[in-house]
Structures are given as structure tokens and as C-alpha cells.
């Protein structure tokens, strides 16, 4: 199954900043057809959660939890998104996905998840 690719998760102190990536295997989306994307958070036994999103226009919206320290862009040309997480808390603990909202130009897409971990 085809997926899209994330890096950049780990362990971090709090109030620390780490930068996930995410990247759009050419085989699935062209420069084109990025569309909205966005970032989704998961922690064991609870439900996915919205984090950040990013429209072709460039607007964003983010969960009113990380307003202010999350920062989510796009490089098109790379076929990339990114989230710059800063101040990082315990809260945010979780395993970060990438995901490609479907549209006319193309259908929806996880990544695989990435671990970002901030101790107590």
C-alpha cells in the first residue's frame, strides 16, 4: 500500500522543539496534486486527533492545543509538508501522522506515523 513518509520523531526534553517531515512519493502525488494536507496525532487507546492542516492557498488551521507552538508548512516542489513543534509538552506525547485530505485530483493518504516522545 502505498503511503506517504515521515521522519524527524523522537525523545525531547520539554520545552524543546523537534521538525517532522513528511514527503509524497512521486509515484502518488505529483507537484500538482498535493491538495490540503495535514498532521493527526495518535495516542494508545485513544482516538486520532486533528493537530494542523495546510490548504494549496497556503491558509492553515491548527488544534487550539497547539496553537502558537506548532507551525505546519509545505514545500510543493518537494512534495513535502512539515510541522515545527516548539515548546514542546508531555501532553504532546504521541505518534504524529501525516495525511493527504482526498479531493477531484487524487484520493486520501496516510503515513506511516512517527513517535514523538516529551517526558513528565
Known amino acids: 500500500q502505498l503511503q506517504l513518509v515521515e521522519s524527524g520523531g523522537g525523545l525531547v526534553p520539554p520545552g524543546g522543539s523537534l521538525r517532522l517531515s513528511c514527503r509524497a512519493p512521486?509515484?502518488?502525488?505529483?507537484?500538482?496534486?498535493?491538495?490540503?494536507m495535514a498532521w493527526y496525532r495518535q495516542v494508545p487507546g485513544k482516538q486520532r486527533e486533528f493537530v494542523a492542516n495546510i490548504n494549496s492557498g497556503y491558509t492553515t488551521n491548527y488544534a487550539d492545543s497547539v496553537k502558537g507552538r506548532f507551525t505546519i508548512s509545505r514545500d510543493n516542489g518537494k512534495r513535502s509538508v512539515y510541522l515545527q513543534m516548539n515548546d514542546l509538552k508531555p501532553e504532546d506525547t504521541a505518534v504524529y501522522y501525516c495525511?493527504?485530505?482526498?479531493?477531484?485530483?487524487?484520493?486520501?493518504?496516510w503515513g506511516q506515523g512517527t513517535q514523538v516522545t516529551v517526558p513528565s
Open positions: 495525511y493527504r485530505a482526498p479531493d477531484h485530483l487524487a484520493q486520501e493518504y
Open positions: 512521486r509515484m502518488i502525488l505529483s507537484t500538482y496534486n498535493i491538495g490540503t
